[in-house]
């Protein structure tokens, strides 16, 4: 199947502090990428969708200001996390699709948040 | 979005084939069914989808029902690898919504 690659896959910052993940689709143009948060024993939430050269769509109850999307080519789409608090400590996930109806998922970020 | 209901878990013994079950009766006619699943601290791995013929690939099989109310995802031989949490998910045009799953136990 087609490659998502997710980096970092673990990172430990610093309260107030901001941190960046990104997500790169190897081998197809996403033309649409899409950010989850999953948090311990949970299922994925779906946090927003983006789609290359737009601005993303928030899900109900996510902040866009505190989660920052920006899908700037069909393979990079990047979440930055701005001013971290522990709450924010999860497992976040992209996925990005081409032009067929599957999608690919990365492999996952841990973000700690001490 | 359609919703879609699966059992929380089920066992299996290693070798035999594992049936997983989906139900989502309000399906639209434009929903793809779609199966991933998920093992620990890892994101999903796509497995198989179909929209309304049985659909084989070398992970599975998808069995949907001529009314497409529901669906069955069938690994013919389970092995300890395949022990994972297992999402029905239908899907338009949008965003994957993930459901609760079925976590799968694989016995040897």
């Known amino acids: 199947g087609a490659v998502v690659s997710q980096h970092p896959s673990r990172v430990i910052c610093k309260s107030g502090t901001s941190v960046k993940i990104e997500c790169r689709s190897l081998d197809f143009q996403a033309t649409t990428m899409f950010w989850y948060r999953q948090f311990p024993k949970q299922s994925l939430m779906l946090m927003a969708t983006?789609?290359?050269?737009?601005?993303?769509?928030?899900e109900q109850g996510v902040e866009k200001d505190k989660f920052l999307i920006n899908h700037a080519s069909l393979t990079l789409s990047t979440l930055t996390v701005t001013s971290a608090h522990p709450e924010d400590s999860s497992f976040y996930i992209c996925?990005?699709?081409?032009?067929?109806?599957?999608?690919?998922f990365g492999q996952g970020t841990r973000l700690t948040v001490v | 979005d359609a919703k879609t209901t699966q059992p929380n878990s089920m066992e299996s013994n290693e070798e035999e084939p594992v049936h997983l079950p989906c139900n989502h009766s309000t399906i639209s006619g434009t929903d793809y069914i779609h199966w991933y699943r998920q093992l620990p601290s890892q994101g999903p791995e796509y497995v198989i989808h179909g929209l309304t013929s049985n659909v084989n690939n070398r992970m599975a099989s998808l069995a949907i029902a001529e009314d497409r109310k529901s669906s069955t995802l069938i690994l013919h031989r389970a092995t300890l690898r395949d022990a994972a949490v297992y999402y029905c998910?239908?899907?338009?045009?949008?965003?994957?919504?993930f459901g609760a799953g079925t976590r799968l136990t694989v016995k040897p």
């Open positions: 983006s789609n290359e050269g737009s601005k993303a769509t928030y």
């Open positions: 998910i239908l899907r338009d045009l949008g965003g994957m919504r």
């Open positions: 996925s990005a699709r081409g032009g067929a109806p599957e999608a690919f």
